[in-house]
Protein backbone atom coordinates (compact mmCIF):
# COMPACT_ATOMS: atom_id res chain seq x y z
CA UNK A 1 0.00 0.00 0.00
CA UNK A 2 2.89 2.25 0.92
CA UNK A 3 4.57 1.58 -2.18
CA UNK A 4 1.83 2.43 -4.48
CA UNK A 5 0.38 5.47 -2.71
CA UNK A 6 4.71 6.78 -3.30
CA UNK A 7 4.60 5.60 -6.88
CA UNK A 8 0.86 7.36 -7.47
CA UNK A 9 2.90 10.38 -6.09
CA UNK A 10 5.81 10.12 -7.64
CA UNK A 11 3.67 10.24 -11.19
CA UNK A 12 1.68 12.67 -10.04
CA UNK A 13 4.88 15.57 -9.35
CA UNK A 14 6.22 14.07 -12.52
CA UNK A 15 2.90 15.40 -14.50
CA UNK A 16 3.12 18.42 -12.45
CA UNK A 17 6.73 19.32 -13.19
CA UNK A 18 6.23 20.42 -16.57
CA UNK A 19 3.30 23.26 -15.49
CA UNK A 20 5.89 24.60 -13.04
CA UNK A 21 8.75 24.95 -15.29
CA UNK A 22 6.44 26.70 -17.28
CA UNK A 23 5.96 29.25 -14.62
CA UNK A 24 7.07 33.18 -15.48
CA UNK A 25 7.07 36.53 -13.92
CA UNK A 26 5.11 37.49 -17.00
CA UNK A 27 2.89 34.43 -16.95
CA UNK A 28 1.86 35.36 -13.74
CA UNK A 29 1.36 38.52 -14.51
CA UNK A 30 -1.04 37.84 -17.11
CA UNK A 31 -2.53 35.55 -14.97
CA UNK A 32 -3.21 38.74 -12.13
CA UNK A 33 -4.23 41.32 -14.33
CA UNK A 34 -5.79 39.98 -17.49
CA UNK A 35 -7.76 37.00 -17.05
CA UNK A 36 -10.85 38.94 -16.22
CA UNK A 37 -11.12 40.07 -19.86
CA UNK A 38 -9.08 36.83 -21.25
CA UNK A 39 -10.37 33.68 -19.96
CA UNK A 40 -7.46 30.51 -19.38
CA UNK A 41 -7.82 28.21 -22.09
CA UNK A 42 -6.42 25.11 -23.26
CA UNK A 43 -4.11 24.64 -20.27
CA UNK A 44 -1.47 26.16 -18.15
CA UNK A 45 -0.10 29.65 -20.02
CA UNK A 46 -2.67 30.00 -22.53
CA UNK A 47 -5.57 32.91 -22.68
CA UNK A 48 -8.36 33.92 -24.91
CA UNK A 49 -7.06 36.53 -28.00
CA UNK A 50 -3.74 36.84 -26.19
CA UNK A 51 -2.19 33.66 -27.37
CA UNK A 52 -3.98 33.36 -30.90
CA UNK A 53 -1.55 36.66 -31.09
CA UNK A 54 1.90 36.92 -32.46
CA UNK A 55 3.73 40.38 -32.10
CA UNK A 56 7.14 41.89 -31.75
CA UNK A 57 7.93 43.68 -28.65
CA UNK A 58 7.14 46.92 -29.44
CA UNK A 59 3.27 45.31 -31.47
CA UNK A 60 3.03 44.02 -27.43
CA UNK A 61 3.73 47.33 -25.47
CA UNK A 62 1.20 49.18 -28.06
CA UNK A 63 -1.43 46.49 -26.82
CA UNK A 64 -0.72 46.62 -23.20
CA UNK A 65 -0.93 50.50 -23.44
CA UNK A 66 -3.96 50.42 -25.13
CA UNK A 67 -5.47 48.24 -22.31
CA UNK A 68 -4.74 50.57 -20.10
CA UNK A 69 -5.45 53.76 -21.83
CA UNK A 70 -9.05 52.70 -23.75
CA UNK A 71 -10.34 49.46 -20.49
CA UNK A 72 -8.59 51.35 -17.38
CA UNK A 73 -6.46 48.35 -16.93
CA UNK A 74 -4.18 49.06 -13.50
CA UNK A 75 -0.41 47.64 -13.84
CA UNK A 76 2.65 48.32 -12.41
CA UNK A 77 5.35 49.14 -14.29
CA UNK A 78 6.90 45.84 -12.98
CA UNK A 79 4.28 43.64 -13.91
CA UNK A 80 3.94 45.23 -17.07
CA UNK A 81 7.37 44.44 -18.40
CA UNK A 82 7.20 41.39 -17.38
CA UNK A 83 3.99 40.89 -19.71
CA UNK A 84 5.71 42.69 -22.39
CA UNK A 85 8.63 40.46 -21.95
CA UNK A 86 7.13 37.36 -21.71
CA UNK A 87 4.90 37.50 -24.57
CA UNK A 88 8.14 38.95 -26.91
CA UNK A 89 9.47 35.31 -26.16
CA UNK A 90 6.84 33.16 -26.33
CA UNK A 91 4.83 34.90 -28.85
CA UNK A 92 6.80 37.11 -30.79
CA UNK A 93 8.29 36.69 -34.45
CA UNK A 94 10.75 34.79 -35.72
CA UNK A 95 13.72 36.95 -37.46
CA UNK A 96 12.36 36.17 -41.13
CA UNK A 97 9.01 37.09 -40.29
CA UNK A 98 10.06 40.53 -38.85
CA UNK A 99 12.94 41.16 -41.36
CA UNK A 100 10.82 42.81 -44.02
CA UNK A 101 9.73 45.42 -41.86
CA UNK A 102 12.94 45.99 -39.66
CA UNK A 103 13.41 49.61 -41.77
CA UNK A 104 9.87 50.17 -39.48
CA UNK A 105 11.20 48.56 -36.27
CA UNK A 106 14.59 50.38 -36.74
CA UNK A 107 12.08 54.01 -36.87
CA UNK A 108 14.10 54.73 -40.12
CA UNK A 109 12.47 57.71 -41.66
CA UNK A 110 13.49 57.28 -45.34
CA UNK A 111 11.24 54.34 -46.10
CA UNK A 112 8.67 53.38 -49.00
CA UNK A 113 5.85 50.95 -48.46
CA UNK A 114 4.24 49.03 -50.72
CA UNK A 115 2.43 45.64 -50.61
CA UNK A 116 1.31 42.93 -52.57
CA UNK A 117 -2.31 43.05 -52.32
CA UNK A 118 -4.02 45.90 -54.44
CA UNK A 119 -5.83 47.60 -51.85
CA UNK A 120 -4.28 47.32 -49.16
CA UNK A 121 -2.51 50.29 -48.94
CA UNK A 122 -5.89 52.27 -49.28
CA UNK A 123 -7.77 50.36 -46.71
CA UNK A 124 -5.71 49.89 -43.82
CA UNK A 125 -1.91 52.19 -44.23
CA UNK A 126 -4.02 55.30 -45.09
CA UNK A 127 -4.28 55.63 -41.13
CA UNK A 128 -1.24 54.08 -39.93
CA UNK A 129 1.76 52.24 -41.80
CA UNK A 130 1.15 48.90 -43.46
CA UNK A 131 3.94 47.93 -41.94
CA UNK A 132 1.90 47.44 -38.41
CA UNK A 133 -0.27 44.92 -39.62
CA UNK A 134 2.30 42.82 -41.56
CA UNK A 135 4.44 42.58 -37.91
CA UNK A 136 1.67 40.57 -36.58
CA UNK A 137 0.62 36.94 -36.80
CA UNK A 138 -2.61 35.44 -36.12
CA UNK A 139 -5.30 32.94 -37.83
CA UNK A 140 -8.40 34.24 -39.70
CA UNK A 141 -10.38 34.31 -36.89
CA UNK A 142 -8.26 36.85 -35.22
CA UNK A 143 -7.96 38.96 -38.04
CA UNK A 144 -11.29 39.06 -38.85
CA UNK A 145 -12.07 40.14 -34.59
CA UNK A 146 -9.28 42.84 -36.07
CA UNK A 147 -11.75 44.22 -38.24
CA UNK A 148 -14.58 44.39 -36.07
CA UNK A 149 -12.07 46.15 -33.44
CA UNK A 150 -11.91 48.47 -36.04
CA UNK A 151 -15.40 49.08 -36.19
CA UNK A 152 -16.41 49.25 -32.81
CA UNK A 153 -13.14 51.56 -31.69
CA UNK A 154 -13.23 54.22 -34.60
CA UNK A 155 -16.60 54.64 -35.39
CA UNK A 156 -16.43 56.78 -38.70
CA UNK A 157 -13.91 54.09 -39.87
CA UNK A 158 -16.46 53.57 -42.95
CA UNK A 159 -17.02 56.96 -44.00
CA UNK A 160 -13.58 58.81 -44.20
CA UNK A 161 -11.89 59.36 -47.11
CA UNK A 162 -11.36 56.11 -49.57
CA UNK A 163 -13.88 54.42 -47.38
CA UNK A 164 -17.02 56.01 -48.10
CA UNK A 165 -16.52 55.52 -51.42
CA UNK A 166 -16.41 51.74 -51.19
CA UNK A 167 -18.20 48.83 -48.87
CA UNK A 168 -15.16 49.19 -46.63
CA UNK A 169 -16.05 46.52 -43.87
CA UNK A 170 -17.26 43.90 -46.90
CA UNK A 171 -13.40 44.23 -48.06
CA UNK A 172 -11.83 44.23 -44.87
CA UNK A 173 -13.80 41.11 -43.88
CA UNK A 174 -13.95 38.90 -46.93
CA UNK A 175 -10.77 40.43 -49.08
CA UNK A 176 -8.18 42.07 -46.46
CA UNK A 177 -8.46 39.20 -43.39
CA UNK A 178 -8.09 36.17 -45.91
CA UNK A 179 -4.71 37.15 -47.40
CA UNK A 180 -3.44 38.29 -44.22
CA UNK A 181 -4.21 35.10 -42.90
CA UNK A 182 -2.79 33.57 -45.68
CA UNK A 183 0.49 35.73 -45.64
CA UNK A 184 0.67 35.75 -42.04
CA UNK A 185 -0.79 32.99 -40.68
CA UNK A 186 -0.62 32.21 -36.32
CA UNK A 187 1.94 29.10 -36.91
CA UNK A 188 4.53 29.24 -39.69
CA UNK A 189 7.70 27.33 -40.68
CA UNK A 190 10.04 30.08 -39.40
CA UNK A 191 8.95 30.48 -36.10
CA UNK A 192 8.76 26.73 -35.33
CA UNK A 193 12.45 26.93 -36.15
CA UNK A 194 12.82 29.72 -34.12
CA UNK A 195 11.49 27.94 -31.04
CA UNK A 196 13.62 24.85 -31.52
CA UNK A 197 16.93 26.32 -32.48
CA UNK A 198 19.62 26.56 -29.34
CA UNK A 199 20.39 30.04 -27.84
CA UNK A 200 23.52 31.67 -29.76
CA UNK A 201 26.63 31.78 -27.78
CA UNK A 202 28.03 34.88 -26.94
CA UNK A 203 30.94 36.77 -29.33
CA UNK A 204 32.31 38.84 -26.79
CA UNK A 205 33.68 38.47 -23.16
CA UNK A 206 34.04 40.61 -20.12
CA UNK A 207 31.61 43.39 -19.12
CA UNK A 208 30.50 46.91 -20.36
CA UNK A 209 27.95 49.80 -19.19
CA UNK A 210 26.45 52.83 -20.25
CA UNK A 211 24.44 56.28 -18.13
CA UNK A 212 22.21 58.70 -19.18
CA UNK A 213 18.40 59.04 -18.89
CA UNK A 214 16.33 56.66 -21.51
CA UNK A 215 13.51 57.51 -22.42
CA UNK A 216 10.69 54.40 -23.56
CA UNK A 217 9.75 54.35 -27.16
CA UNK A 218 7.10 52.73 -28.92
CA UNK A 219 6.52 51.80 -32.72
CA UNK A 220 5.56 54.33 -35.10
CA UNK A 221 1.75 54.03 -35.77
Not at 58 to 73: N, P
Not at 175 to 203: K, M, N, V, Y
Amino acid sequence: MIKHALSTGLCGLALLLPALAQASPGGEAIDRYCTACHQSQNGPQSWSRISQQRKTPEGWDMTVARMQIMHGLELPADARRDIIKYLADAQGLAPEESAPQRELIERRLNRIESFDHPSYQEMCARCHTGGRAQLQQRPLEEWEHLVHFHVGQFQTIEYQAMARDRDWFDIALNEIAPWLAETQGLESEAWSAWQQADAPTPRATGSCGATGPVRATSMPT
